[in-house]
């Protein structure tokens, strides 16, 4: 039987000789294996690393499997992640109130070794099919950055998050400065080489918890949480070092941007956001235009 190679299984039992009988059966077949023994040691573990599937019992002290499941189904970042219930009931009303909590399945007690990695695999690659999906919806397909679409989603998002915990963001939009002169004397090529290449260095130097966004052809955003625009000076310089290293047929790599910040109280909508950093980048541009 084909398996799942280092996916990350999550039992939730408070039964000790369920859990040593599921990990040995997932550990034998290259499933890492996190246990939490009960509902809220589970809702706390799963913000430390997401699993892929989540095998989770319906009978509990404290709190029962269907709250749990509840709890978990109510988060962004948990809601995809397939939970399969573990039951010994023999009640229909118990296992359709297990899949009204949002349980995709569920694997009776005793455990049959067959069927436990039956119905494990097909909802972990099920699940790894709708993320690969997932990300090639919220993705641009020459560079890997994140789409335009995406891009609105996560300033909705991110305007919410800071409205609940009181906090600015920074957003910025960028601008190669040369790549039409590129692409009319060097070809559309090197015009997509020189793409790519802001798109790596752009990736180098921002934090994991930042957003790059292409918005189209040479047009970049990026959305910095948690950051004030006084922080923006020494960051454009560092990502102009990095790209100033570059060049693509002679031509030296350099873009324009336009930062704008985010205030807890502001009611601006995220197509004002972009409007805003964009009309800062056009303004920076003609600057450099009536300089030279």
């Known amino acids: 039987m084909d398996t799942i190679h280092d996916s990350l299984i999550m039992i939730v039992d408070d039964s000790e000789q369920n859990i040593r009988m599921l990990k040995s059966i997932l550990e034998k077949n290259n499933y890492r294996v996190t246990v ?60 359709m109130r297990a899949f009204d909590a949002g349980g995709v399945d569920y694997i009776d007690r005793p455990f049959v070794k067959e069927e436990v990695l039956a119905r494990i695999n097909v909802h972990v690659k099920l699940r790894e099919t ?16 994140f789409n335009r679409r995406f891009a609105y989603q996560m300033l909705e998002r991110q305007i919410r998050v800071a409205r609940r915990e009181r906090e600015n963001f920074i957003l910025c939009y960028c601008d190669i400065d040369n790549l039409k002169s590129v692409n009319d004397t060097c ?14 260095s752009l990736l180098g130097i921002i934090r994991k918890s930042d957003f ?57 909508t995220p197509h004002d956001l972009i409007k805003a950093a964009d009309a800062r980048m056009y303004k920076e541009k003609m600057k450099k235009k009536n300089k030279a």
């Open 212 to 268: 790059l966004f292409r918005m189209g052809g040479d047009e970049f955003l990026i959305l910095f949480p948690g950051a004030k625009c006084s922080e923006s000076a020494n960051l454009i310089e560092r990502i102009r070092d990095s790209l100033n290293k570059h060049k693509i047929d002679d031509y030296q790599i350099d873009f324009s941007f336009g930062f704008v910040e985010y205030s807890f109280e502001s009611n601006m």
């Open 36 to 95: 939490a023994r009960n509902g809220f040691e589970a809702l706390e573990q799963v913000k430390i690393e997401l699993p892929s599937l989540i095998l989770l019992d319906i009978v509990m002290p404290d709190m029962d499997g269907i709250e749990t499941c509840r709890r978990l189904k109510a988060h962004d970042d948990m809601k995809d992640i397939p939970v399969v219930f573990i039951t010994a009931l023999s009640e229909t009303s118990e296992k």
């Open 187 to 200: 070809g559309h090529e090197a015009g997509d080489t020189l793409i790519k290449t802001m798109v790596n």
């Open 130 to 145: 709708m993320e690969t999906l997932k990300k090639l919806s919220v993705t641009d397909e020459l560079t890997g950055a």
